[in-house]
């Protein structure tokens, strides 16, 4: 038995391993491609159906369904929108001490009308508005903006700025009460037509006009320069439409609106404004902005009815920027000028008769980028007010007058988003227009300081 069973093992094992081999070496592959197969087959019947299903609608056609999704579109609106804002305070000091505590009067009692247009005279006018009183501490605008820019996916956009401080109390003053310091500063909606080369906004928005902005952190000064006080509007409330005739190059612009700074019209007549931005070079940019327009209010009197075809307003205000020249890196220059008139807005000292006024404004500007936290700069300007008509303030003797400035300041980055200015400045005037102490002269000297933290 032993024998047979050492007989038969070998064999045993002998006959494994031919059976082994004669089975197939590929089956285990054929097996993997049958699966893959099967799945195929199953991808391709879903494919299918999908197929024989009602065509799913468009994104913006689900967003503006009447389903309920509309508020998809709404929230989509507020989801790619920006938050932005900053708050600006000051302080301002005048060496000079004027009696009355005001930076840029006489402070003679007969001083008393609000400049038109302009902001509230305040103690008897000045010729300061953002800084008009001395030896004072100021929160001068604490801004919220929502902005979103239209794109190529949603045509539609927005903007609103609303500041809140005494500054709101300048440039929001003709439809606001003085003692408000709250104002909508812009809040308009901006659409994109014909392959996005045209921008139509509606609504309340900045002028077109001037070197410098309300909001101070644009500036390169804390005060702002007289062409921007009394020769330019501040915002406008109406239509404008951009069209980028060489996109990144050249830009017109036109529009008509209620007037300078008007959110509600107070006449019959509208403004018109024409804009055209050359930008030949990254480090070129210069504008031609023309307003043309009745200002007055109606049946203020004046030629026309209603001031519908009489007593126009005319501006005409040209920019050019240079900035981050080869030559020069980190330096930026600007040359502001105004020319503007007014028809039958004050009376002839010779026949007592209404005639025109004129105005002329003129600045130079010029900022150096030292490092990443030291920015020096230098402002010029000047007004020729030779009716006293935009500075308004001519009943107490000092009417036709030629007002001028230079401005010194020093800008610091303290901080992330956060910005400390200091700034001498020195006002001129050719009659004796200023107080120094309780006397006229025809200079006064302030310095400022101003903190701006952004987020």
């Not at 045509?155 to 929001?172: E, Q, R």
């Not at 700074?261 to 940019?285: H, I, Q």
């Not at 700069?377 to 030779?386: A, C, E």
Request: hydrophobic share 40%; glycine share 10%.
């Amino acid at each position: 038995m032993k024998r047979i069973s050492v007989v038969l093992a070998p064999a045993f094992v002998l006959a494994l391993a031919l059976s082994a081999l004669a089975q197939d070496p590929n089956q285990d592959l054929r097996k993997e491609v049958n699966e893959l197969k099967d799945k195929v087959r199953v991808l391709e019947q879903e494919k299918d159906a999908q197929k024989a299903a009602p065509a799913a609608p468009a994104k913006e056609a689900q967003l503006l369904s009447a389903e309920g999704e509309g508020a998809g579109l709404f929230n989509r609106l507020f989801a790619d929108a920006k938050v932005t804002g900053f708050v600006d305070t000051g302080f301002t000091y005048n060496l000079d001490r004027p009696a009355n505590g005001i930076n840029g009067n006489t402070g003679d009692s007969s001083l008393s009308t609000t400049p038109p247009g302009l902001f509230p005279a305040g103690d008897g006018g000045s010729v300061r508005a953002f800084d008009q009183k001395s030896r004072s501490f100021y929160i001068h605008n604490a801004q919220l903006s929502l902005n979103r820019a239209p794109t190529k996916e949603l045509k539609a956009g927005y903007n609103i700025d609303l500041s809140f401080g005494s500054d709101a109390n300048v440039f929001g003053t003709l439809d606001s009460n003085l003692t408000d310091f709250f104002d909508v500063q812009e809040a308009n909606v901006q659409v994109l037509l014909f392959e996005d080369k045209l921008t139509i906004t509606a609504g309340k928005f900045a002028t077109f006009a001037g070197m410098e902005v309300i909001e101070s952190g644009s500036n390169n000064q804390y005060s702002r320069g007289l062409p921007f006080l009394f020769a330019i509007p501040f915002t406008h409330t109406g239509v404008r439409a951009s069209y980028a005739v060489v996109p990144d190059m050249l830009t017109f612009c036109a529009g008509v609106n209620n007037g300078w700074d008007r959110a509600v019209d107070n006449n019959d007549a509208k403004t018109g404004e024409f804009m055209l931005c050359y930008t030949p070079t990254k480090w070129l940019s210069a504008s031609g902005v023309v307003y043309y327009g009745a200002e007055k209010a109606r049946n203020s009197g004046g030629f026309g009815t209603n001031n519908e075809v009489g007593d126009k307003r005319f501006l005409a205000d040209f920019v050019v920027t240079v900035k981050d020249l080869p030559a020069l890196p980190g330096w930026s220059f600007g040359v502001n000028f105004d020319i503007g008139s007014e028809e039958n807005v004050v009376t002839s000292p010779t026949t007592g008769l209404p005639e025109d006024a004129d105005w002329t404004g003129f600045g130079l500007y010029a900022k150096w980028k030292v490092n990443d936290w030291f920015s020096p700069s230098i402002r010029y300007t000047m007004l020729d007010d030779n009716d006293g008509y935009r500075t308004a303030l001519g009943a107490g003797g000092v009417k036709e007058k030629t007002l001028s400035e230079v401005t010194i300041t020093g800008e610091f980055a303290v901080a992330a988003s956060t910005i400390f200015r200091i700034e001498l400045r020195h006002d001129m005037c050719d009659e004796d227009f200023f107080l120094n102490g309780d006397k006229k002269d025809d200079t006064q000297t302030t310095v400022g300081a101003e903190l701006i933290i952004s987020f």
